[in-house]
């Protein structure tokens, strides 16, 4: 049973990095062409880790193909913790409204996906 939930949860975690990694690259891009105020960054990486989760949910949601709450808010956890990890490797700083705000968001995102996921139809 083990086997049969982290395998998905892992992959999940894996496609969402990919998709926030390609994000993060298409914003910076966008930061670097205009000029976009300091205050924008920090919801700029939010929003990319967000929608990071959401992926990877769907993703192992449809690897499990049950208990996609479950799987998806584990894949989220995941990934917060490889963010948080990357984070504290880059900056060797944590500020502790923004760490919470940022779990709770991915873990959300992350579950939210997994429920869709479980639930889409395949084609």
């Known amino acids: 049973m083990v086997k049969k939930l982290l395998r998905p949860v892992f992959i999940g ?11 993060l690259l298409l914003m ?5 062409a205009t000029d976009v105020p300091k205050s924008v960054v920090t919801p700029m990486a939010v929003v990319a880790a967000a929608v990071g989760a959401f992926i990877g949910g ?12 479950l799987i998806g808010a584990a894949c989220g956890l995941l990934l917060f913790l ?6 504290f ?19 959300g995102c992350g579950a ?12």
């Not at 490889?82 to 984070?87: D, P, S, T």
């Open 89 to 107: 490797a880059v900056l060797k700083d944590i500020r502790g409204t923004y760490v919470l705000v940022k779990l709770l968001v991915l873990i």
């Open 28 to 32: 910076s891009a966008v930061m670097a």
């Open 112 to 123: 939210v996906g997994g429920i869709l996921g479980v639930n889409l139809r395949k084609r």
């Open 82 to 87: 490889v963010v948080l990890i990357a984070g």
């Open 58 to 69: 769907i993703t192992a949601a449809r690897i499990a193909k049950e208990k996609g709450l």
């Open 13 to 23: 975690a894996c496609v969402g990095a990919v998709c926030c990694l390609l994000l």
